[in-house]
């Protein structure tokens, strides 16, 4: 596994333990994702902050609102100078096309569109009042997503093969949900190992936890791109 496509997710609140993540393996993964936690915390001065070191960003914001106001938050998120940036599949093909366009001025900035949640399982699909299961609800979003101009998507590494024989091999799959064997699987409920994930086409992975907490997450991470996680 080539060691830049490996996510690091940032899973804390703290700026400096942050920065000392980025710092420790910046050199050895290519990309460090700032969440929902990370980023409510910190804000967009801590983003700047992280790629000031050469570190490149996946800022995972899931955005989903109106057409207009998804638009200006990505124009603004796209000026921190990032590599990923994350909207809801579900918000639409006039949202993910407003939000494209807005993405349009700096290409350096991928947008990926979340399918399904990686801690949904087919029976958190039907609360929700889907009559698909999560990897036919992932289907159908990743091709409104395709049809809409998007070229990369957040999927369950169980749906890759899936979406990769719909979308070939120029589309962008990007994997949470992904634990080395033995490790604890936490909230997440469609996992894999990362050499599944990898087997099956992901594009990128992203493990937080099972680095984050490991007693030596040098040897988690050497075991991941060695292809033994």
């Not at 700032?34 to 790629?51: K, M, N, S």
């Not at 399982?121 to 395709?146: I, S």
Request: net charge negative.
């Amino acid at each position: 596994m080539n060691p830049d496509q490996l996510i690091l997710a940032l899973d804390v609140s703290d700026a400096g333990v942050a920065l000392d993540w980025v710092r420790r393996f910046n050199h050895q993964i290519g990309c460090f994702k700032i969440g929902l936690q990370l980023f409510t915390a910190q804000g967009p001065d801590f983003v700047r902050e992280v790629r000031q070191t050469g570190a490149q960003v996946f800022l995972d914001l899931k955005l989903h609102d109106i057409p207009n106001t998804v638009a200006k938050a990505v124009e603004a998120a796209c000026q921190l100078d990032i590599q990923y940036l994350t909207v809801h599949t579900l918000g639409g093909r006039a949202m993910l096309t407003a939000a494209l366009a807005a993405a349009a001025p700096t290409p350096r900035t991928m947008l990926l569109g979340i399918t399904v949640l990686t801690s949904h399982d087919n029976d958190d699909l039907d609360d929700l009042g889907f009559d698909h299961t999560a990897a036919g609800q992932a289907l159908l979003l990743a091709k409104l997503a395709r049809s809409a101009g998007m070229r990369g998507l957040v999927c369950s590494p169980r749906e890759v093969t899936l979406l990769r024989q719909e979308l070939g091999t120029d589309f962008t799959l990007v994997t949470p949900g992904v634990r080395p064997a033995g490790a604890a699987v936490n909230d997440q409920n469609r996992v894999t190992t990362p050499a599944e994930a990898i087997a099956s086409g992901s594009s990128h992975l992203v493990i937080g936890r099972p680095i984050l907490n490991a007693p030596d997450p040098e040897q988690v991470i050497a075991g991941i791109l060695s292809g033994g996680g």
